[in-house]
């Protein structure tokens, strides 16, 4: 019984010669996604720029603008609201950049007020929490001075604890922190909609050296993992093959990131997780297609290159959609059905199936073309340059 062929392995159609149309698809994506990445840029998650992702749970249905307008109500700046899980769970996933009460001004009053008493010494500004601070002098204080210090600055809710030795005058501040503040405020909102017990479920906050730490790893990675590939790909086939991998790769990488400012994708960690999938999937679907190529030319003798490429391609279209067409298939049904990260996360994956796909028979085939044609070329010059050098070598008559 023959199997279901999506495309025939026998074909013979020239889909190698398209890459003179396809050429300005793909310069038309690249151009539109850096134009985005530069004029528009990216819209950094919580992970990337530092700030604080709430899940607020509630007894009854409430809608998006209330929560909204709570949040607004208790002084989070900028909140981004959006229902988390289906609607009758009753829960809302807010962001915001806050990660303490207390701001940049904030602290700033705090630490000219705690400089100005005598003795002062050192003051140590937590960047990773923002809801502490520790500060030294050079003889004793007492907790009221630092409390009317603090006062003089607009902060009256502080806890004070003693630390280091007898002699060193180390004092901890902890203002009250965002987790209290959150909870205390959508239950004087909400009253008895808001669940004490189990209306906070979530609570995660990154601070901005974080945020930033995290942002230069993930861009790192990406890097590093093209930089392994191409070095992989050198020692797997050779030196004409690694270019191709790598170009297509790269292309892969720019749209994608392109479409996610579109799109209006935030980046985050799993977003990241996404790039390197993509890569993963792209380089496995460009191995398939060189290694055809190479078995190909290792029987094809004298037979054009460009010929036994669009052979070789050919014969792995088929392996190529069906894997992409399944892949797809699934991804699509968690976009469609998923909300949030995980949502997002689907998108990547199928912006990167799609461009990936495309990429292994329009961009790596055709660069290695160009590099093989390109290593024939210094081949040439060499030989003829070597042929020169030798008849300049021989003895010339009468001498």
């Known amino acids: 019984m023959k199997m279901l062929q999506i495309y025939p392995y026998d074909a013979n159609r020239d889909i190698i010669g398209q890459r003179r149309w396809t050429k300005w698809i793909s310069v038309i994506l690249l151009a539109t996604s850096v134009l985005a990445l530069a004029f528009v840029g990216p819209k950094w998650g919580i992970d990337f720029q530092g700030g604080t ?215 985050s960690l799993p977003i990241v997780a996404a790039l390197l999938t993509i890569i993963g999937y792209s380089l496995n679907d460009t191995i398939v297609v060189f290694d055809r190529i190479r078995e190909n030319l290792d029987l094809a003798g004298d037979e054009d290159v460009e010929a036994v490429a669009n052979e070789a391609i050919n014969q792995t279209m088929s392996r190529t959609l069906v894997t992409s067409l399944t892949t797809l298939m699934a991804v699509t049904s968690i976009a469609f059905i998923a909300t949030g990260l995980i949502q997002d996360f689907a998108l990547a994956l199928i912006i990167g199936i799609v461009v990936g796909t495309y990429s292994s028979v329009f961009v790596a085939s055709p660069v290695m073309l160009k590099m093989d044609n390109y290593l024939k070329d210094r081949r040439k010059a060499q030989a003829l340059l070597d042929e020169q050098e030798g008849l300049s070598e021989e003895p010339q008559p009468g001498v």
């Open 53 to 267: 992702e709430v899940i607020i749970h509630f007894a009854d249905t409430v809608d998006d603008q209330e929560v909204r307008e709570a949040a607004e109500h208790i002084g989070l700046s900028s909140p981004l609201v959006q229902r988390f899980g289906s609607e009758g769970d009753n829960q809302f996933m807010i962001q915001t950049q806050d990660v303490a009460i207390v701001d940049a001004e904030d602290y700033e009053r705090m630490i000219a007020e705690l400089e100005a008493l005598d003795d002062h010494q050192h003051t140590d500004a937590m960047e990773e929490q923002p809801d502490r601070m520790e500060v030294r002098y050079g003889s004793a204080r007492t907790h009221d001075e630092l409390r009317a210090a603090l006062a003089a600055a607009g902060i009256e809710e502080v806890e004070i604890e003693d630390r280091g030795q007898r002699d060193e005058h180390w004092y901890a501040l902890r203002f009250q922190d965002l987790q209290r503040t959150i909870s205390h405020g959508f239950s004087e909102y909400f009253g008895e909609l808001y669940d004490d017990g189990n209306g906070l479920q979530r609570l995660e906050s990154v601070g901005p050296r974080a945020g930033e730490q995290l942002r230069n790893a993930g861009a790192l990675s990406v890097i590093v993992a093209l930089i392994f590939i191409m070095i992989y790909i050198w020692f797997r086939f050779d030196v004409r093959y690694s270019p191709g991998a790598v170009a297509a790769l790269a292309h892969d990488v720019t749209i994608a990131l392109g479409l996610f400012v579109l799109l209006d994708i935030e980046f």
